[in-house]
């Protein structure tokens, strides 16, 4: 995924989009720090993972993660639709995401939608909320 370097000239759009890109390299790239650095470290913030129950504060959050990525060997994320919106300091993003996933035994694939909220914190655009739930169907395609 291409992440712009700087957020100097971007639209708050534009640094919205460019989060939403940095949590699924921080997904992709197996690294529990990349995703420390995606996340606001708060008892408020919530993760919904296809399938598992809803996780509240950033603890449980990165438990999670942290699990996740031991029993992964790689994971691809293809967005598709994604649309950003904005509004103040709130900016939320929801797409389609195409996961195949490689484990020490074989490869899955998932597609999930998913709603994924950033809150404005001292320049940077921190996750708060990331609900993905699985799509029995392909999304359609639309222009990013």
Known sequence: MSIPATHEKMTPEEAVRAANQRFYAAFESLDLAEMDAVWAHEGDVQCVQPGWELLLGWDD???????????????RVALS???????????????????????????????VQATNVFVQREGRWLLVVHHASPLLIPPRSTVQ
């Open 61 to 75: 959050i990165r438990e999670r993660w942290a699990r996740i990525f031991k029993n992964i060997q790689r994971v």
């Open 81 to 111: 639709g994604v649309r950003v919106r904005v509004e103040g300091g709130v900016g939320w993003v929801a797409c389609a995401a195409r996961i195949t996933t490689a484990f020490a035994d074989g490869f899955d694939e998932a597609t």
